[in-house]
């Protein structure tokens, strides 16, 4: 069974502009989770989409958007970037909801 | 708010040297405490949930006890291929929302 696919893996960017990431869940999972990890804040949830909806979010600002596809495919949107925006941005996926979640390799965020 | 805090930040064991690893909680509702190893420039990997006091769990070397208040991984006998960072993550019920909070991690490392 493959496991969960994020693309890109690395990514530069500089400030003020937006990035799109992907994430290609597990096949039969369709919970999306979204998560960010720096070494000052550890990794911090931002949102979970299921069946094309989002269900539970986090506590970040309105720049940080995502959506999800019929086939569960996810994406997630960060405008008008920030140097604080840099880092290890994850996606994990499981069948049902956050329990016994299955993580993606990540997208190594830079933003100058 | 939920928190989550792990001790010790850092740990260097001996091969065949075993200990254990806490996580103390506050939630509100707890739905679910999970485990997870993170290798260096990977995503987490999923090792146990636990969803209420006194269950445990074993896989390999690794055995996770849950009370009211604290988690523990106990690791008996580790070999260096244990050496990962150790995370701890709570998921709780509040306002219906069902937002999974991390700590901090523990920083293993088993030399032979």
């Known amino acids: 069974k493959a496991g969960v696919t994020q693309t890109p893996r690395y990514l530069i960017k500089t400030r003020g502009q937006q990035v799109t990431l992907s994430c290609s869940p597990i096949?039969?999972?369709?919970?999306v989770s979204w998560y960010q990890q720096t070494p000052g804040q550890g990794l911090q949830f931002l949102f979970e989409?299921?069946?094309?909806?989002?269900?539970n979010k986090g506590n970040f600002p309105g720049r940080f958007s995502g959506r999800q596809f019929s086939n569960s495919r996810s994406e997630m949107n960060v405008s008008t970037l920030e140097l604080g925006d840099s880092a290890l941005y994850l996606c994990?996926?499981?069948?049902?909801?956050?329990?016994?979640?299955?993580f993606g390799p990540g997208t190594r965020l830079l933003v100058l | 708010e939920d928190q989550v805090t792990q001790s010790p930040e850092a740990l260097r064991l001996q091969e065949g040297e075993s200990s254990s690893l806490n996580c103390s909680y506050t939630?509100?509702?707890?739905?679910?405490l999970f485990w997870y190893r993170q290798d260096p420039g990977k995503g987490p990997e999923f090792l146990f949930t636990?969803?209420?006091a006194g269950e445990e769990k074993e896989k390999e070397r690794l055995k996770a006890t849950l009370t009211k208040k604290e988690s523990f991984l106990h690791i008996t006998a580790p070999k260096p291929e244990d050496s990962a960072t150790y995370l701890c993550?709570?998921?709780?019920?509040?306002?219906?929302?069902?937002?999974?909070?991390f700590g901090r991690g523990t920083s293993l490392i088993v030399h032979p």
């Open positions: 989409y299921f069946s094309e909806t989002q269900r």
């Open positions: 994990a996926t499981s069948t049902e909801g956050t329990e016994t979640q299955y």
């Open positions: 636990l969803y209420s």
């Open positions: 096949s039969g999972h369709r919970s």
């Open positions: 993550a709570v998921e709780g019920s509040s306002g219906g929302s069902y937002i999974p909070t």
């Open positions: 939630v509100s509702g707890l739905r679910g």
